[in-house]
């Protein structure tokens, strides 16, 4: 099976045709414009010195190589000749301040040049590895080959320093990435020797006695023995992606149960109900199994982002419909939160409760209102490229089948049995769970995923998908009973004993402060009352208003148990949307009766 890339899909109306216009219109402007003010662009001439502004940092490149890979997809779509243009002048810098043997870091040419691949935790593969993706995507748009012949210069030397000659400091990255973005490399050229590169640093992950080998780096043992979900979240979750891409490729079983494995582990014991992962803070990593705080959880919006790639991925390994279902958990919550509605601000982490006072006083306090540029400015362009590139999660083709994973308004051009078809998908999804698919090719089948949301469908399936014979000229029709549900966490998600969580289709709800008062973890919705599901302006998606309840107000410290209470209807939004009014107090998980 083979993931359909964002080329063939095109978006055509609805909810992801919000995102790719603001994205079109907002986003990718306003991070080109931070990253300008803020040296990140100029860092590309290699020229800083001691004592001037805007120290380079060791990951600028990947900051702004990331929304080079942005725009490219934004290209495959439609022409953006400003756009096009600053990409053609990063390149042009880059090109002119590579060294003559490939290396190229804005950081160790400028700040450090005497340390160059002695430093594991330095990100240099990591930089590499998102300009490889990058230069793929700006390639495959224009055409242009300047960027490619670039990377791949520098691939060359990282295959040299580190596989012929083993004369680098260390073995593996610190934090994954360029492993991943190999094996597309591979898939993109046919070299074998970016699949051999690719190859080995997957393999000696864990496996050498030259490096630190705390699970921290998820280097504690080698790959095929991992069994659970451990360290930095994103670096964790490009490794698995990798993993599963190699799988595929050299048809690894071993490797293929260590994916299937870890990625259990993930949405069984250590995901947010937003698609959120990595709680722990500190280190921005994996806790323990089941400790999933609220308040203080760090679900970094690229975290949710690598376990859409992971689950992306593993599509093409295994069918089932369980990792389709992750990907849609993480992109319609733990990611889309991450941006706010006007396209300009954005969230590194992303809390299911803010409760200001509580921030007031605690040593880790989340922010309460998105900002449009970070010191750590990772998430912006990541923003950037996943939105321009949102139809590379949706179609997976088979031998003579089609899997649909994912619901938007599109068109796909897809090859089956050897032929060009076409897949055109009407929706209003996620604002309704009616989808009409029109098929225009040679005789297959089109599968398409039921969500683990939707116990109302009615069909029969197989791993979670609905099979329908499709010839040319045929149109398929599915309801996705969208009822609004309440969602429970195991009993060992202490934080969330006695709550629940409100989802409607793929959308987690919230409330917030700004419209149901204060003390939001006073209130209790009442799960046999009224739910209204209404569209308003300004939201790409309902927003719900429910039956609710709370105790009156009172002078008093403690009392006997009283009934008393004061009903009232709650305001739910679309959790993606919160804090785009200021900020505001806000809860997910609330109790019911």
Same mark, same amino acid.
């Given at each position: 099976?083979?993931?359909?890339?964002?080329?063939?899909?095109?978006?055509?109306?609805?909810?992801?045709?919000?995102?790719?216009?603001?994205?079109?219109?907002?986003?990718?402007?306003?991070?080109?414009?931070?990253?300008?003010?803020?040296?990140?662009?100029?860092?590309?001439?290699?020229?800083?010195?001691?004592?001037?502004?805007?120290?380079?940092?060791?990951?600028?490149?990947?900051?702004?190589?990331?929304?080079?890979?942005?725009?490219?997809?934004?290209?495959?779509?439609?022409?953006?000749?400003?756009?096009?243009?600053?990409?053609?002048?990063?390149?042009?810098?880059?090109?002119?301040?590579?060294?003559?043997?490939?290396?190229?870091?804005?950081?160790?040419?400028?700040?450090?040049?005497?340390?160059?691949?002695?430093?594991?935790?330095?990100?240099?593969?990591?930089?590499?590895?998102?300009?490889?993706?990058?230069?793929?995507?700006?390639?495959?748009?224009?055409?242009?080959?300047?960027?490619?012949?670039?990377?791949?210069?520098?691939?060359?030397?990282?295959?040299?320093?580190?596989?012929?000659?083993?004369?680098?400091?260390?073995?593996?990255?610190?934090?994954?990435?360029?492993?991943?973005?190999?094996?597309?490399?591979?898939?993109?050229?046919?070299?074998?020797?970016?699949?051999?590169?690719?190859?080995?640093?997957?393999?000696?992950?864990?496996?050498?006695?030259?490096?630190?080998?705390?699970?921290?780096?998820?280097?504690?043992?080698?790959?095929?023995?991992?069994?659970?979900?451990?360290?930095?979240?994103?670096?964790?979750?490009?490794?698995?992606?990798?993993?599963?891409?190699?799988?595929?490729?050299?048809?690894?079983? &071993?490797?293929?149960?260590?994916?299937?494995?870890?990625?259990?582990?993930?949405?069984?014991?250590?995901?947010?109900?937003?698609?959120?992962?990595?709680?722990?803070?500190?280190?921005?990593?994996?806790?323990?199994?089941?400790?999933?705080?609220?308040?203080?959880?760090?679900?970094?919006?690229?975290?949710?982002?690598?376990?859409?790639?992971?689950?992306?991925?593993?599509?093409?390994?295994?069918?089932?419909?369980?990792?389709?279902?992750?990907?849609?958990?993480?992109?319609?919550?733990?990611?889309? &939160?991450?941006?706010?509605?006007?396209?300009?601000?954005?969230?590194?982490?992303?809390?299911?409760?803010?409760?200001?006072?509580?921030?007031?006083?605690?040593?880790?306090?989340?922010?309460?209102?998105?900002?449009?540029?970070?010191?750590?400015?990772?998430?912006?362009?990541?923003?950037?490229?996943?939105?321009?590139?949102?139809?590379?999660?949706?179609?997976?083709?088979?031998?003579?089948?089609?899997?649909?994973?994912?619901?938007?308004?599109?068109?796909?051009?897809?090859?089956?049995?050897?032929?060009?078809?076409?897949?055109?998908?009407?929706?209003?999804?996620?604002?309704?769970?009616?989808?009409?698919?029109?098929?225009?090719?040679?005789?297959?089948?089109?599968?398409?995923?039921?969500?683990?949301?939707?116990?109302?469908?009615?069909?029969?399936?197989?791993?979670?998908?609905?099979?329908?014979?499709?010839?040319?000229?045929?149109?398929?029709?599915?309801?996705?009973?969208?009822?609004?549900?309440?969602?429970?966490?195991?009993?060992?998600?202490?934080?969330?004993?006695?709550?629940?969580?409100?989802?409607?289709?793929?959308?987690?709800?919230?409330?917030?402060?700004?419209?149901?008062?204060?003390?939001?973890?006073?209130?209790?919705?009442?799960?046999?009352?009224?739910?209204?599901?209404?569209?308003?302006?300004?939201?790409?998606?309902?927003?719900?208003?429910?039956?609710?309840?709370?105790?009156?107000?009172?002078?008093?410290?403690?009392?006997?148990?009283?009934?008393?209470?004061?009903?009232?209807?709650?305001?739910?939004?679309?959790?993606?949307?919160?804090?785009?009014?200021?900020?505001?107090?806000?809860?997910?998980?609330?109790?019911?009766?």
């Amino acid at each position: 099976m083979k993931n359909v890339t964002s080329d063939r899909v095109r978006i055509k109306d609805g909810f992801w045709r919000f995102y790719a216009d603001l994205n079109r219109r907002v986003t990718a402007h306003s991070v080109y414009d931070r990253f300008k003010e803020t040296g990140r662009f100029d860092a590309l001439r290699c020229d800083w010195r001691e004592g001037e502004p805007n120290r380079p940092h060791i990951f600028w490149d990947s900051d702004v190589v990331k929304w080079m890979e942005g725009i490219a997809y934004l290209l495959e779509e439609a022409p953006a000749p400003d756009l096009e243009q600053k990409v053609d002048a990063a390149v042009a810098e880059i090109e002119a301040h590579q060294r003559a043997d490939g290396y190229f870091n804005s950081y160790f040419l400028s700040v450090e040049p005497s340390k160059i691949f002695t430093d594991r935790d330095r990100h240099e593969l990591y930089c590499l590895g998102h300009a490889i993706e990058a230069a793929i995507a700006y390639h495959r748009a224009t055409g242009k080959e300047r960027f490619l012949n670039c990377v791949l210069k520098y691939v060359d030397l990282v295959y040299r320093v580190f596989v012929a000659e083993g004369s680098a400091a260390f073995v593996t990255p610190g934090h994954e990435e360029i492993e991943l973005a190999l094996l597309r490399l591979y898939d993109y050229r046919k070299d074998p020797k970016h699949l051999e590169l690719a190859r080995f640093f997957i393999d000696q992950r864990g496996n050498n006695d030259k490096e630190d080998t705390r699970d921290c780096w998820q280097a504690d043992r080698p790959v095929r023995e991992i069994r659970e979900a451990v360290g930095h979240a994103v670096r964790a979750g490009y490794l698995y992606t990798a993993m599963a891409m190699l799988a595929a490729t050299d048809g690894d079983e &071993a490797l293929k149960t260590a994916c299937e494995r870890v990625f259990s582990d993930i949405t069984t014991r250590k995901m947010s109900v937003t698609g959120g992962v990595g709680a722990e803070h500190d280190g921005e990593k994996f806790s323990y199994a089941y400790d999933l705080p609220n308040s203080d959880t760090y679900n970094e919006t690229c975290a949710s982002i690598a376990l859409a790639l992971f689950g992306n991925a593993m599509q093409e390994l295994v069918l089932d419909s369980r990792y389709g279902d992750a990907v849609e958990r993480a992109l319609y919550n733990g990611f889309l &939160a991450g941006v706010s509605l006007d396209g300009d601000k954005f969230f590194y982490t992303n809390p299911l409760e803010i409760d200001r006072k509580k921030y007031a006083r605690s040593t880790y306090q989340p922010i309460c209102e998105r900002v449009k540029v970070f010191r750590c400015s990772c998430c912006p362009p990541n923003v950037v490229r996943v939105l321009s590139s949102i139809g590379r999660y949706m179609y997976t083709v088979g031998e003579n089948a089609i899997y649909c994973h994912q619901f938007a308004s599109s068109e796909v051009k897809l090859t089956v049995g050897g032929k060009e078809a076409l897949l055109a998908q009407e929706t209003n999804y996620p604002c309704d769970g009616s989808i009409a698919f029109t098929y225009h090719g040679a005789p297959t089948t089109l599968y398409v995923r039921i969500p683990d949301w939707c116990v109302e469908y009615e069909g029969e399936t197989e791993n979670g998908y609905a099979a329908f014979s499709v010839s040319d000229g045929d149109r398929v029709e599915v309801t996705l009973p969208m009822a609004v549900h309440f969602v429970e966490a195991n009993p060992y998600v202490q934080d969330n004993a006695g709550r629940c969580a409100v989802q409607r289709g793929p959308l987690v709800y919230c409330m917030e402060e700004v419209d149901n008062g204060e003390n939001l973890r006073d209130i209790t919705l009442l799960e046999n009352g009224e739910a209204q599901v209404k569209t308003e302006e300004g939201l790409p998606a309902p927003v719900l208003y429910m039956s609710a309840e709370r105790r009156p107000k009172t002078e008093t410290l403690y009392a006997l148990k009283s009934h008393a209470r004061v009903p009232f209807t709650a305001r739910l939004i679309p959790y993606f949307a919160f804090a785009n009014r200021g900020a505001s107090d806000m809860l997910v998980w609330t109790m019911v009766k």
